[in-house]
């Protein structure tokens, strides 16, 4: 198991290395000039410039610039923010969890709806429940997040007045009444992004269910007078999520695409809306870090996909 | 695939016309087989038909329809819809149907355009590196591996705000900002195209007719242009139409976050971002642009449905 972590993370380093080459070459080949400013300034002689340029190694080659780039990130060393002239790793780390907690009771609720509706379709399909799971799946499918997003807002926050649309970080209360109003504040996220996921993971599982269903042993199972509920999820279940856990693995970018848009649109403190205030007050480190960091969690969620991959399928060794 | 669906219709046509009592069935052309699977498909119709409709009104609207986008009035500022502004106004008492129409022009072409330019680069990789193969095919699929790893939204974020000014003052400011969102969108998305193609290409250069065109001495560019895609054609309309709705939504998002296109092209995102801070005086103004980007995506995803029912033809409709 330890021997098939170390070889995945080993995989994974390339495509690491590969993304960290993609960013840097589009910040290389952008133009702007991080002391542009000082050659406006009538105080500052053209000499102290090009000092400072030399001193950050500004003229050097491409490639040293980037193996100097690497090694600081390697380091941990990620800059300061032009802004809050914060660390940029402290910045991240503070809003990480709340981006890691939207995004994973989203996807907790996207399970719980899509598996048993995924199955149930599968289990009769083309009758009344079927087709109507079906078309809500393909119109939620089609339903992009800031729409249903605003909708929310609008009945939920302003006719009916139940929640509220703006995500404090900072809630002053304690026990019951702090889990209460997190629940309140992270309804509406985690609902529209739940949701929109549930949408596409439904029509993964149902076609996947339906593929399995067809085989053989399924018959043979039915045959020796197992209880359909048992042969659905003890014998059919296990196989047809094998396909699924491959699509949500190719998903992953697409999922952090739908939570920066959330984020955004309920104001939740995570690094989504950090990237996007980030750019809006041209923040270089800041936009650059988040855009690695974001990079790094596809890696990390496609491991974790690799792992779940040979929990389903015994025949994956971890050799 | 053509093959498939050749003998199908040689069989059709085979058939002694008089021995069935049909002698007055029409030969089943290729299209019109197409046609006859693609409306079996009834929300797929019903979705061509919306879309028709709409890309008629964009280009056709603001010829029937006189309100400019930009006229000011700050007497009729935030209003509901009534006769003289049938979708009502903007805080700036900015006519919303025109900038509705204005605004499907452009995101419609961006959903075009950069569905084109993904096609494309994916077609060109895809059978570059299914036809060469060998270490050229290990390359070119090792990049698409690390496309597919990269999170769209926030490099698509990351470029437009880097490149946003350059391209400003390269072109004019609304060609120059059309033209980046054009290439980033189509840019990120060529790789399901290429490995549709990849795919296509494998089985194919494997077939004999390709082995007979090497006999007959063609060239490898034209083996490939003329031989082997216009075979493997069928799954890349299907990705060709889907690329069309989700190129749409990425411009959308772009715009949402106030990073797409400026105040004065109102494409549907656009007005969407301007709408949300008024949620609650004006919600008519957020509510129509945001249904038409569901309308056309939704009518898209199933033409794009319908068609890959209609292109399969293992699938006996």
Redesign the interface.
Known sequence: MSRFLLRRLLISVPVLLGISVVLFSILALAPGDPFGELALNPNIPPEVRFNLRKQFGLDDPLVVRYVRWLAAMLHGDWGYSFVSRLPVQQLILQRLPTTLFVLGSAYVLALLIALPVGILSAMKPYSFFDQVATTFAFVGYSLPTFFTGLLFILVFSIYLGWLPFIYSSTIEAGGFAWVLEHVRQGAMPITVLGLFEAASLTRFVRSAMLEVIQQDYITTARAKGLAEYRTILKHALRNALIPVVTVVALQIPAIFTGAVITEQIFRVPGIGSLLIAAIESTDTPVVMAVTFVYAALVILFNLLADLIYGLLDPRITYG | MRTQSDKTMTAVRAAPYGATGLAATRPQSLWRNFWRRFCRHRLALVGMTILMVLTLSTLLGPLVYHHRINDIDFAVSLQGPSLAHPLGTDDLGQDLLARILYGGRVSMAVGLVAMLIAILIGTALGATAGYCGGWVDHVLMRLT??F????????L???V???R??MRRLFNPELGIFLLIVLVIGGLRWMQPARLVRAAVLSLKEQEFVEAAVALGTPPLRMVLRHILPNALSPVIVAASLGV?SAI?AE??LS????GFPPDMPTW?RL?FD??DH??SA?HW?LSP?TM??LV??SI??VG?GLRDALDARKVL
């Open positions: 591996d690390l597919i790893a990269l999170p769209p939204l926030p490099l974020l990351l470029v705000y880097l490149f000014d350059t709705g939504l959308s998002s949402f976050l106030g990073l995102g969407l709408a949300k949620l609650d919600p957020a945001g980007i569901f995506v939704l995803n199933y449905d």
